[in-house]
T-cell receptor
Framework: AQSVAQPEDQVNVAEGNPLTVKCTYS??????LFWYVQYPNRGLQFLLK??????LVKGSYGFEAEFNKSQTSFHLKKPSALVSDSALYFC????????????FGKGTKLSVKP | ETGVTQTPRHLVMGMTNKKSLKCEQH?????MYWYKQSAKKPLELMFV???????ENNSVPSRFSPECPNSSHLFLHLHTLQPEDSALYLC?????????????FGPGTRLTVL
């Protein structure tokens, strides 16, 4: 069975500092991995995805994520956090080559303080 | 978020009411989805439509009834709901149900059942 874990309910970062939001996954095959962000009272916005190729994926708003197959992780990173990055972040996984559904993590609330 | 729109944005209804949620996508996609987002829980996939045909129903109670009249529109008809059905209902679309496809979300309808 596929699953996604976001081990931190909340991450607190000072503005200007680097941020990391963690995600680990479990699939019985090649994973396709996604990150979404949700601002208050809004839907989910797509940030980036890993399908194949370079393990470092760059996405919207300066975010990037690194696929690590040996650690089954896909952590979201940004070199310098902004207050406006404060939101709820969701990691999702889908088994590659299938029509299976996206499986979402519970979400991590990122709070960036000035 | 103009790619996928949802109306209404907020809805309050009694347990005996009948109401409908509407979703419209302007992206030319062939697949559409309904998700339920409750506090402290992962997103729950409710229904999947591909080329206007329902391809998945994730054990959703019959008080929720989806309708997809064409590939651009998706409805969720609600009747005799329970207070625990209060949640944010999100619509999404993707080009197809290919595993590499990105799902794009609407802003959601915040439903409160009294």
């Amino acid at each position: 069975a596929q699953s996604v874990a976001q081990p931190e309910d909340q991450v607190n970062v000072a503005e200007g500092n680097p941020l990391t939001v963690k995600c680990t996954y479990s699939v019985s095959g090649n994973p396709y991995l996604f990150w979404y962000v949700q601002y208050p009272n809004r839907g989910l916005q797509f940030l980036l995805k890993y399908i194949t190729g370079d393990n470092l994926v760059k996405g919207s708003y300066g975010f990037e994520a690194e696929f690590n197959k040996s650690q089954t992780s896909f952590h979201l990173k940004k070199p310098s956090a902004l207050v406006s990055d404060s939101a709820l972040y969701f990691c999702a996984v889908r088994l590659g080559g299938s029509q299976g559904n996206l499986i979402f993590g519970k979400g991590t609330k990122l709070s960036v303080k000035p | 978020e103009t790619g996928v729109t949802q109306t209404p944005r907020h809805l309050v209804m009694g347990m005996t009411n009948k109401k409908s949620l509407k979703c419209e996508q302007h992206l030319g996609h062939n697949a559409m989805y309904w998700y339920k987002q409750s506090a402290k829980k992962p997103l729950e996939l409710m229904f999947v439509y591909s080329l206007e045909e329902r391809v998945e129903n994730n054990s959703v109670p019959s008080r929720f009834s989806p309708e997809c009249p064409n590939s651009s529109h998706l409805f969720l008809h609600l009747h005799t709901l329970q207070p625990e059905d209060s949640a944010l209902y999100l619509c999404a679309s993707s080009q197809d149900r290919v595993s590499t496809d990105t799902q794009y979300f609407g802003p959601g309808t915040r439903l409160t059942v009294l």
